[in-house]
């Protein structure tokens, strides 16, 4: 069984489009984040939530949205995509949000590409 | 500024070479290291993991790695490589204080010749 799956695995759309990326886990964490990966193979944080609560949020976009419908789920909401905006998306979850012990677990990736 | 390093960009290697992958950050508390890979077209997989203890960590496939805390590093290594082992490889430092984020380095590129 997958334990964090994202939805679609690539996505091409045009400029200025609204598009969602879902991600899903099975592995009953607290936690989940969204990572962005650009060209040059950098990742860096975008978001995570805890228990349906946005606890960090670098200064990312506010085209930009993380949605929670419950701790399974944490989907990613995008605005007037931009050209910039092409990466992939990785979600990823962990069990407890204090940094401390746990250890964040990743999905497969969602390769977007914007036209 | 806080950061985590990968010096090494694109490291070439023929197999049952040793492997050694130099990762430093710049935090000065206490820090959790990870390290990840991510196989061509696959997600990012967790390698091995320091959180306190013994410095030198094993992992997966072989895969060891030492924390020294006086340099702030925390390389990757093994002994004898394989073709399978082509990768890209991601060191990752969350602070033990604060955001439960992690920090990435840029990333080292693994290719194993046969």
């Known amino acids: 069984d997958t334990a964090v799956s994202q939805t679609p695995k690539y996505l091409v759309t045009q400029m200025g489009n609204d598009k969602s990326i879902k991600c899903e886990q099975n592995l009953g964490h607290d936690t989940m984040y969204w990572y962005k990966q650009d060209s040059k193979k950098f990742l860096k944080i975008m978001f995570s939530?805890?228990?349906?609560?946005?606890?960090i949020n670098e200064t990312v976009p506010n085209r930009f949205s993380p949605k929670s419908p419950d701790k399974a789920h944490l989907n990613l909401h995008i605005n007037s995509l931009e050209l910039g905006d092409s990466a992939v998306y990785f979600c990823?979850?962990?069990?407890?949000?204090?940094?401390?012990?746990?250890?964040?677990?990743f999905g497969p990736g969602t390769r977007l590409t914007v036209l | 500024a806080q950061s985590v390093s990968q010096h090494n960009h694109h490291v070439i290697l023929s197999e049952a070479a040793s492997l050694e992958l130099g990762c430093n950050y710049s935090y000065g508390g206490t820090v959790n290291l990870f390290w990840y890979v991510q196989y061509p077209g696959q997600h990012l997989q967790l390698l091995l993991k320091y959180f306190s203890g013994d410095p030198l960590v094993k992992g997966i496939k072989g895969f060891e790695a030492e924390f020294i805390k006086s340099k702030f590093s925390f390389n990757l290594r093994k002994p004898s490589v394989q073709w399978s082992d082509t990768a890209e490889y991601f060191c990752?430092?969350?602070?033990?204080?604060?955001?439960?984020?992690?920090?990435f380095g840029t990333g080292t590129r693994l290719t194993v010749i046969p």
């Open positions: 990823a979850s962990s069990q407890d949000p204090s940094p401390g012990t746990d250890t964040q677990y």
């Open positions: 939530y805890n228990n349906k609560e946005l606890i």
């Open positions: 990752a430092v969350r602070l033990r204080t604060g955001a439960n984020n992690l920090f």
